[in-house]
Structure formats: structure tokens, C-alpha cells
């Protein structure tokens, strides 16, 4: 798969190219002579929530052009993703950086007009200088260390100096990894690390609901995370690319399920991103007939954060989705951006409880006591409610109790490969026809 070097704001370089064109002007150039200057904006996200995602990019916009205006000639301009930006420049030292820096921030810092609501930006930028012998990931992983230090110590511009990841605490070592997971997705991707795992869904009567699709990401024989690759891929856009091939895969996988006597739906995750792209009901027809597979044995998970802002893109595309008979769950629901108000106008057929609420069982009458309304909720709306995470017999007690409809989690199954689901659902059917043969004679008996 060729990689995806698009950006969402025109004439910024993406981050891929920000990395290459940084050790282009390294490559030979003295230490201190190049400086690398990370933007971020304070309080971005609350203008996400406020004004919704077409506001947000609308700032982006402003910021970028006030980017473009601040620096001159020479100096080059990167969207690193979300409210981050980068300028690289060729620098007589750091007194030019600063001087830089200070320009930015007060152009940037000009108040903004967004629907009669005056915002005030604030930005912080770390700078980092050119050490001797150093690359052009570091170079930049240096300066955003910085900006997160500025940030937490409430300085609006820092420097860094040398290698500062021991003292810069866990969150800034976090946002510092953030280049060498892409560069290893990257990797992966190139040299076939990418896999799906599944999970199986289990039913009150512990039959099989669903499985869901899980990518996996290994370089060098080291597994990393989604929870730490699925946002840098989202920050980079990759993630449209990523999410096709795994509408594909998944599609594939449901037909081999088929062939193999388990007529089962196999659930894709789907990032926002995906939906925000006009070709996605196309990227889902292809994956459909391509593995010749019948809509309804394919879902698609949507996480809440989604519903925030519909664009009519995203509106359009469930509604494709929907119309071709392609299944819409909402994921992770009850945590993140909950709004009962979205709830009416989505129309998913299933709702699956945030782990959170799992974990909390039996103990936590309160969290027993959402759990009971939000199934109730689920269910008057006509959709099956699953509970995610259940770890334990006793959580999973609880979650009967309270009406859930079915469960996902390491209790019955941890995620696998497709051959491994294959065994597992061999062993697990033999288990369950067991089951229902002594219930019915349990029942004749009495
Ligand atoms: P998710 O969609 O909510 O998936 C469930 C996550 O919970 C999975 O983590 C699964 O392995 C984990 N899990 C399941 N049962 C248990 C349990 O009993 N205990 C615990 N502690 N965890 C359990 P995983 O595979 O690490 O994925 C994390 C998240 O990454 C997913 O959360 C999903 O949001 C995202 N993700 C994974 N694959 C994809 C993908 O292909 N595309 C997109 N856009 N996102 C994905
Ligand atoms: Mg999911
Ligand atoms: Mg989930």
C-alpha cells in the first residue's frame, strides 16, 4: 500500500514531508544553524466541542494563512496534525528563533471572529536547535518536547536543551513517540505488519453475535497498540487508507466464515475521518463485492465522538451504508461525548457499553444502576445493548441482571487470528450445542 502523504490544510507540508525536508536541510548544515519552531494551541479542543468540527478547521485555516503571513521567504511551513504546526528555518542562532517565535505568537494571538463569538488563541511553541549529529526525528521530537513543556509550566515559548525526555514526564515522552509510531506504521505497512484479529460477541444464550475486526500493527516482531497507532494515523490521514483495507479485510474474513459453516457479522471499527471522505460508500461497495459478501454480514463501528458534528458527508455516508444493509453500532457508548439528544437520530441496531462500566461491576450499585437505564434506553430504541470488557463471571452476573442483550471480553475470548477464531468457534459451537441439548432436556425432565 503506497503511503498517504495528504494534509488537510492546503500548502502546509504534512508531516512526512516536514520530516524528509528537515534532514535535507541538515544534511550537512553546522550544529545551531537550523532551528525547528512546534506551534500548538491552547484550548483547541473545547473549540471542537463548541463549534463543532467545521468551526475548528475553520481556525486551523486562519491560523495557517497568519502562519504563512508571520514567516517569510525561507522558512517552512508543516500541519503536524490537529492544532499543531511547524516552522523550519535556517537560523543564525537562537536569539533569531526567538525573535521568530515571539512574532508568530503575537500574529497568531490576534483575536477571532467565529459565529459573533470573539476567540482568543493562545499558542506556545517549543524550539529546538540543531545539536551535532543529530537526525532530522529528533530535531523535531526535541522542539515539541519543548512545546509541552512550555505548556504544563505555563511559559508561553521554551527551548530545548540537549536530550530533555528525562525530565520531561510521561506526557511529553508520549506526544514525543508520536513520529516514531508513524514511522513505524509506516514500516509496517510497507513490510506487511498489519493484521486483523477477532473477537467474538457472545449472545445471552451464548450464541455468536458477531466478531470484531481488531488491527494489529507489528514491526520487527514488536506489537504496538492501537490505542497508540489508530490516533497518530488519524493525526495523519493514513487512517482513511488503513480503514479501506480493513473494510476489505473484514469483508473477506466474513465470507471465510461463511465457507466455513459460521454465517457470522464480522465488525469493522471506522474512524471519522473515513466518513469525512466523500469516496467512502464506494470503498464500502467494492469491499462487499469483492469478498461477494451479503451487507447485513458486515457492521461497522462508530464511535459516539462521531455524532458531535454530522456533517452531510458523514450523514450521507451512514445512510449509504445503512440503505445498502450494512449494520451501524455505536461503540464505546456512555463515556466519551454522550449526548441522548444524537441518540434519536442515529439509527444503529446495536449499542455497545463502554468498558468503563464493566470494570465497576458488581460492586458500584451506581455504575449497576447506569448500566440498567442506558440498556433500557438501548433496548427502547430498539438495539441490541452489549457490554464491552467483561472480565469476570461476577461482571458478567451483574450485566445479565441489568438486561444487557450480550457480551464481548477476555471471559470468553480474547482477540485472535482469523485462524485461531476459526478453531475457537469449532470448540466453542461444539460447547454450545452441549448446552442447549441438556437446557431442553433439563426442561423436558421437569
Ligand atoms: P474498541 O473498538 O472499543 O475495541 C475493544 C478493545 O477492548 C480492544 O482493544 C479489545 O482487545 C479490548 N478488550 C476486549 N475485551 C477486553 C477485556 O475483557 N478487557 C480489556 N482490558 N480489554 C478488552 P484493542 O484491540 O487494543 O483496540 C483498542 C481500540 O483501537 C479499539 O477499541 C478501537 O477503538 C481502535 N481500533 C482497533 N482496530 C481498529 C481499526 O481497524 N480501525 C479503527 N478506526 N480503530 C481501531
Ligand atoms: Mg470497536
Ligand atoms: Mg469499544
Redesign the pocket.
Known amino acids: 500500500m503506497p503511503i498517504n502523504d495528504t494534509n488537510t490544510i492546503a500548502g502546509l507540508l504534512s508531516r512526512a514531508r516536514c520530516v524528509q525536508l528537515a534532514q535535507y536541510m541538515i544534511d550537512g548544515a553546522r550544529p545551531g544553524s537550523i532551528a525547528a519552531l512546534w506551534i500548538n494551541l491552547d484550548r483547541f479542543q473545547q473549540v471542537n466541542h463548541s463549534f463543532g468540527y467545521t468551526g475548528g478547521n475553520k481556525i486551523l485555516s486562519i491560523i495557517a494563512n497568519r502562519l504563512e503571513l508571520a514567516t517569510g521567504n525561507g522558512v517552512h511551513l508543516g500541519h503536524m496534525g490537529a492544532d499543531e504546526f511547524l516552522c523550519l528555518l535556517p537560523t543564525e542562532g537562537l536569539s533569531q528563533a526567538v525573535a521568530l517565535a515571539e512574532h508568530i505568537m503575537t500574529m497568531l494571538e490576534e483575536p477571532i471572529m467565529l459565529n459573533e463569538t470573539k476567540l482568543h488563541p493562545v499558542a506556545r511553541i517549543g524550539i529546538a536547535l540543531l545539536e551535532p549529529d543529530e537526525d532530522s526525528v529528533s530535531l523535531l521530537q526535541r522542539a515539541d518536547q519543548a512545546m509541552y513543556l512550555a505548556k504544563r509550566n505555563g511559559k508561553r515559548w521554551l527551548q530545548a536543551e540537549g536530550d530533555i525526555t528525562a525530565a520531561s514526564g510521561s506526557c511529553s515522552i508520549l506526544a514525543n513517540t508520536e513520529l516514531e509510531i508513524e514511522s513505524k506504521l509506516h514500516q509496517a505497512i510497507e513490510s506487511g505488519g498489519l493484521s486483523?484479529?477477532y473477537?467474538p460477541i457472545l449472545r445471552k444464550d451464548g450464541s455468536i453475535d458477531a466478531v470484531?475486526?481488531?488491527?494489529?500493527c507489528t514491526v520487527n516482531g514488536r506489537d504496538i497498540?492501537?490505542?497508540l497507532f489508530?490516533p497518530v494515523?488519524?493525526k495523519t490521514g493514513l487512517?482513511t487508507r488503513?480503514?479501506e483495507w480493513?473494510m476489505s479485510q473484514g469483508a473477506i474474513f466474513a465470507r471465510q466464515l461463511d465457507e466455513a459453516g459460521y454465517p457470522i457479522k464480522v465488525a469493522?471499527?471506522?474512524?471519522r475521518a473515513?466518513l469525512l471522505a466523500p469516496h467512502f460508500s464506494q470503498a464500502l461497495s467494492s469491499a462487499l463485492i469483492y469478498a461477494a459478501l451479503p451487507a447485513d454480514r458486515l457492521e461497522l463501528?462508530l464511535?459516539e465522538s462521531l455524532f458531535m458534528d454530522m456533517s452531510p458527508t458523514v450523514q450521507e455516508n451512514l445512510c449509504d451504508a445503512r440503505a445498502a444493509g450494512v449494520g451501524l453500532a455505536i461503540?464505546?457508548f456512555g463515556t466519551g461525548y454522550s449526548c441522548l439528544a444524537n441518540l434519536k437520530d442515529i439509527h444503529a441496531a446495536k449499542l455497545?457499553l463502554?468498558?468503563a462500566f464493566?470494570i465497576a461491576l458488581p460492586e458500584d450499585s451506581r455504575a449497576f444502576a447506569i448500566v440498567k437505564a442506558m440498556t433500557r434506553l438501548g433496548q427502547e430504541l430498539g438495539m441490541t445493548v452489549v457490554a464491552?470488557?467483561?472480565?469476570t463471571k461476577e461482571q458478567m452476573h451483574a450485566l445479565l441482571h441489568a438486561g444487557v442483550d450480550a457480551a464481548?471480553?477476555?471471559?470468553y475470548a480474547?482477540?485472535m487470528s482469523g485462524d485461531d477464531l476459526l478453531a475457537w468457534l469449532k470448540v466453542h459451537k461444539k460447547k454450545h450445542v452441549a448446552c442447549v441439548r441438556k437446557l431442553s432436556h433439563d426442561s423436558l425432565v421437569r
Do not use: C, F
Open positions: 486483523l484479529h473477537q470484531e475486526a481488531l488491527m494489529r497498540s492501537p490505542t489508530i494515523a488519524e487512517i488503513l480503514g480493513t469493522v471499527n471506522i474512524s473515513q463501528e464511535t461503540d464505546d455497545k463502554d468498558r464493566a464491552e470488557g467483561v472480565e464481548q471480553g477476555y471471559l480474547r482477540a
